[in-house]
């Protein structure tokens, strides 16, 4: 574990190393401009895939010590007994939920309720896209509602596995 974390420390020494090169980057020239702007593209890039690695490195420790701590009560027979208890009222509960959701009324019910998580879904898919039309349009990052209410415009991004072949 201690190599880990020397590691991840020599890693985040160089992630800051590297954002002080992005930070201290000053145009001399026009060509000057477009190499700098070339290095800080490249130091920025070189930065995220450092932080790439340490996410990774630090998910495989979580999940060593994760199984580490779900080993600690699969083996406790006394756990282990009080699990299967909770197993079987988890069934009947679940048998007594089914045979209730088979009323008429319930049903309908049901429905409703998942077509209104549904429409509340669509709805903020919406917003997002109208949200992110208005920022790029306005350059604002707040929106005041009608009751009042100032609202801040966030924008996520992550990263999503596409492949693992280089392009």
Do not use: C, W
């Amino acid at each position: 574990m201690d190599e880990d974390k020397t590691t991840l420390d020599e890693i985040q020494e160089e992630n800051e190393i590297i954002e002080g090169e992005v930070a201290s980057d000053s145009p001399a020239s026009e060509t000057g401009t477009d190499i700098s702007q070339a290095a800080a593209f490249l130091n920025l890039e070189e930065l995220i895939k450092n932080h790439i690695e340490a996410i990774d490195k630090l998910k495989d420790e979580l999940k060593q010590k994760r199984e580490m701590f779900e080993d600690t009560f699969n083996n406790s027979p006394v756990y282990r007994e009080h699990m299967e208890k909770v197993k079987e009222a988890n069934k009947a509960k679940g048998s007594v939920r089914q045979e209730l959701v088979k009323q008429p009324a319930v049903a309908t019910l049901k429905q409703k309720v998942d077509d209104i998580r549904f429409d509340i879904s669509e709805q903020s898919k919406t917003l997002s896209d109208l949200l992110q039309d208005f920022k790029e349009q306005t350059g604002a990052t707040e929106i005041e509602a009608r009751d009042g209410k100032i609202y801040a415009i966030v924008s996520i991004s992550k990263l999503v596995t596409r492949s693992s072949k280089p392009s």
